[in-house]
């Protein structure tokens, strides 16, 4: 089942894309969600859930074994991960949650000075290639604002990447630019509106449809999210569900396609 990215422009929705789809999934079968952003740390409150006692990074040994390890020159390239890499093998100490969905950290800033993210980077690059994925499971990755994973080679190890696109000028010439970036990396990509009404829904349609782009999900702008959100509440999907669940059987989420 595939490994899906979530990626767009700064508060486009790609973390209460991930919850909620998360929640459809988990459903079905068994959900990690990955949260490769360095620097938000809201994703697990919109889960419902506790941090991981751990990030993945720390469980690796830290920043500073990461970079000996995965930055080193190619022919000193050590290997971090276990062989026959599945969501099972994946230490307790890191995940956050109970099945069907848990969480998984990759890594955050936590010292002023303490360098760029360029490890994290590495880790969820790597991590997400090794990964296995089996029959009615799931990997939902959420991205930091921006292109900056597609310059680190994050998307390389996901199946499929969705570019969360909200009703703004910006959003258009991300995905102009992510649909490169996905062509470079030939990886299938799609795009899912957010927060929009009828007439942005319309325009965004044709806008991207004339960029050789296809919509194949829209959630409208909904106050019980914004408003769980800002209360620090779980996300819930009843306001959204028959949208999320389309999404996923597009998604190759239900009917078995890989
Ligand atoms: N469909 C929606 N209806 C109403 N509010 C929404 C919707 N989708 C997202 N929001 C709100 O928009 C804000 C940004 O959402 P979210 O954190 O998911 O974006 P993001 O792309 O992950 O942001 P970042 O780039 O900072 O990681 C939040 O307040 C969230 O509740
Ligand atoms: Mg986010």
């Known amino acids: 089942m595939p490994k899906i990215l979530i990626t767009g422009r700064g508060g486009s929705g790609k973390s209460t894309l991930v919850t909620l789809l998360a929640r459809v999934l988990g459903d079905r079968g068994k959900v990690l969600v990955v949260d490769t952003d360095e620097s938000n740390l809201g994703l697990c409150k919109m889960l419902g859930q506790e941090p991981p006692a751990l990030t993945l990074m720390g469980c690796l040994g830290g920043k500073s074994a990461v970079k000996e390890k995965l930055l080193a020159s190619a022919d ?7 062989d026959n890499l599945t969501i099972d093998s994946l230490p307790d100490e890191c995940l956050g949650g109970q099945w069907p969905a848990r969480y998984l950290r990759i890594g955050k800033i936590e010292r002023s000075l303490e360098g760029c993210a360029c490890p994290m980077g590495a880790v969820a690059r790597s991590f997400l290639k090794e990964l296995t994925v089996g029959q009615d499971e799931w990997v939902l990755v959420d991205t930091e604002a921006g292109v900056e994973h597609f310059g680190r080679g994050v998307p390389q190890g996901a199946d499929r990447v969705v570019i969360v696109v909200d009703p703004s000028q910006e959003a258009l010439l991300l995905a102009a ?5 996905c ?6 990509f799609i795009v899912v509106l957010n927060k929009v009404d009828a007439a942005a829904s319309a325009y ?3 806008e991207l449809a004339a960029r050789g782009m296809v919509v194949v999900g829209t959630i ?8 769980a959100n800002m209360l620090g509440e779980t996300l819930a999907i009843d306001t959204c569900r028959e949208e999320m669940e389309a999404l996923a059987i597009s998604l190759g989420g239900f009917n078995g396609i890989n």
């Open 76 to 82: 000193e390239k050590k290997k971090v991960f276990v």
């Open 177 to 181: 630019k992510a649909q490169k970036l």
């Open 183 to 188: 062509a470079d990396l030939n990886k299938k």
């Open 204 to 206: 965004l349609r044709q």
């Open 220 to 227: 409208p702008f909904i106050k019980d999210i914004w408003q």
